[in-house]
Structures are given as structure tokens and as C-alpha cells.
């Protein structure tokens, strides 16, 4: 599938739509997830323009992926959610309920998670 620069994270990065971020540096963005479901949830971006963890995977340069982990293990320290810990989801697809087609990490903490699947 190729990348859609009209999708709502693109507009985040680009500064048309509002979002409340956490972290920003050259490879990554963080913001919180408008519609949480978590104390803490929040979503990790690389600024590049990928659709999937499947592309990022195979696409991206050694210094975006790099980059990239580090913004997601730096934005959980950063939260206080390291010690007690979270969980990170990236959904992929169609069968993985991906909403939105730009590569993402959701930060998921704040509580005892429940399971890690439903249905
Ligand atoms: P996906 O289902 O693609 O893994 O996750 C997309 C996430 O983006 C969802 O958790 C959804 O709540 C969040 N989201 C959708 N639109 C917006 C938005 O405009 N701003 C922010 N901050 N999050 C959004």
C-alpha cells in the first residue's frame, strides 16, 4: 500500500492538526492518543513516512529504526512508566485493526493491563 501524506498523523507532523506531544526529535514524535484507553497512552511516530511496522521494517535507514526504539524506550522512562511497566502495540493492517496507515507504537501504562487480546 503506498503512503497516504493525507493521513491524520502526516497533518500531526506537518503542524495541521493539533496534538499534545511529549517528545519530538529527528527520528520520532510522541503525542497522546485522543481517545486513550489507558491512564497513560500515547503514540510513537517516526517522522518518515512509512505505513506499517512491515515497511518500516524493511525500508527504513539503520538510523531511523535506531532512532525510533530509542524515542519509545526514552518517552516510556520519561512517563514513569518503566519501573511498573506497559505495554507497546503496533497494529498492522487489516486483521491488526490499523486505523490509521502511518507507522505507529502505542504506549499503554499507567495500570495493570488487562488481557493482551480480546475476541
Ligand atoms: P491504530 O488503530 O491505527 O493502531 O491506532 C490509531 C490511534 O490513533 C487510535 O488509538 C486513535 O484513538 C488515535 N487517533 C485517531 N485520530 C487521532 C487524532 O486526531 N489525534 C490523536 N492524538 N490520536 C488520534
Known amino acids: 500500500m503506498p ?45 518518515g513516512k512509512y505505513v506499517s511496522i512491515d515497511d518500516f521494517g524493511a525500508n527504513a535507514s539503520d538510523a531511523e529504526i535506531a532512532g525510533f526504539y530509542r524515542a519509545v524506550a526514552k518517552v516510556a522512562k520519561d512517563l514513569g512508566l518503566s519501573d511498573a511497566g506497559f505495554r507497546t502495540i503496533a497494529n498492522t493492517g487489516l486483521n491488526g485493526g490499523q486505523e490509521v496507515p502511518h507507522f505507529h507504537v502505542h504506549l499503554l501504562g499507567g495500570k495493570k493491563l488487562g488481557p493482551m487480546v480480546s475476541d
Open 3 to 47: 503512503y497516504d501524506d493525507n493521513n491524520i498523523f502526516a497533518k500531526i507532523l506537518r503542524g495541521e492538526i493539533p496534538a499534545k506531544k511529549v517528545h519530538e526529535d529527528d527520528h520520532a514524535v510522541a503525542f497522546h492518543d485522543l481517545y486513550a484507553k489507558a491512564p497513560v497512552h500515547v503514540l510513537v511516530i517516526p517522522k
